[in-house]
T-cell receptor, first 115, second 113 residues
Framework: AQSVTQLGSHVSVSEGALVLLRCNYS??????LFWYVQYPNQGLQLLLK??????LVKGINGFEAEFKKSETSFHLTKPSAHMSDAAEYFC?????????????FGQGTELSVKP | NAGVTQTPKFRILKIGQSMTLQCTQD?????MYWYRQDPGMGLKLIYY???????DKGEVPNGYNVSRSTTEDFPLRLELAAPSQTSVYFC????????????FGPGTRLTVL
């Protein structure tokens, strides 16, 4: 069965510092991987996704993630944090369409940005 | 396009009451999903549907029912509400095909007292 582990339920960085949110997955088949962001009292918004086209994926708001098969990782990074990046971030792995395209989510990482 | 809409936004139920959470999407997506979100637990899949008339259980289906009579609507029914069903519920939809992302609604915050 597929699973996702996000290391660190809370991450705090200073404004302008590097953001690194860690995600490891387990999958018996080539996965589809996603990062979503959730702002307070809102639904989830897609940041970026990996669908095997390129290992380095660029998303919205300056975020990017690198798929590393050998490490079964899909860590999310942003070179310079902004106050508006404070939110909860979810990594998810998808089963294929034949399995209903279901998402398996990690437990989430709350990002705080200090002035 | 409104995307995925959910009603109500908030609801308080008493133990044993029932209610239906509404979900509608206007993107003509075949696939629809219901998740619940509890603090520190991520999102757990309750039920999903791959098309009108077809539904299947997810990871945590007990205490819930769904139906899918149209492509647009995917209501979630709670029968005999219990405190364990206090949660935030999200509906999502996606287009057919591998690798397509899910689009989420704004959520319904439910409290069972």
């Amino acid at each position: 069965a597929q699973s996702v582990t996000q290391l660190g339920s809370h991450v705090s960085v200073s404004e302008g510092a590097l953001v690194l949110l860690r995600c490891n997955y387990s999958s018996s088949v080539p996965p589809y991987l996603f990062w979503y962001v959730q702002y307070p009292n809102q639904g989830l918004q897609l940041l970026l996704k990996y669908t095997s086209a390129a290992t380095l994926v660029k998303g919205i708001n300056g975020f990017e993630a690198e798929f590393k098969k050998s490490e079964t990782s899909f860590h999310l990074t942003k070179p310079s944090a902004h106050m508006s990046d404070a939110a909860e971030y979810f990594c998810a792995v998808s089963e294929g369409a034949l399995q209903g395209g279901k998402l398996i989510f990690g437990q989430g990482t709350e990002l705080s940005v200090k002035p | 396009n409104a995307g995925v809409t959910q009603t109500p936004k908030f609801r308080i139920l008493k133990i044993g009451q029932s209610m239906t959470l509404q979900c509608t999407q206007d993107m003509n997506h075949n696939y629809m999903y219901w998740y619940r979100q509890d603090p520190g637990m991520g999102l757990k899949l309750i039920y999903y549907s791959v098309g009108a008339g077809i539904t299947d259980k997810g990871e945590v289906p007990n205490g819930y029912n769904v139906s899918r009579s149209t492509t647009e609507d995917f209501p979630l029914r709670l029968e005999l509400a219990a405190p364990s069903q206090t949660s935030v519920y999200f509906c999502a939809s996606r287009a057919a095909g591998d690798g397509n992302e899910q689009f989420f609604g704004p959520g319904t915050r439910l409290t069972v007292l």
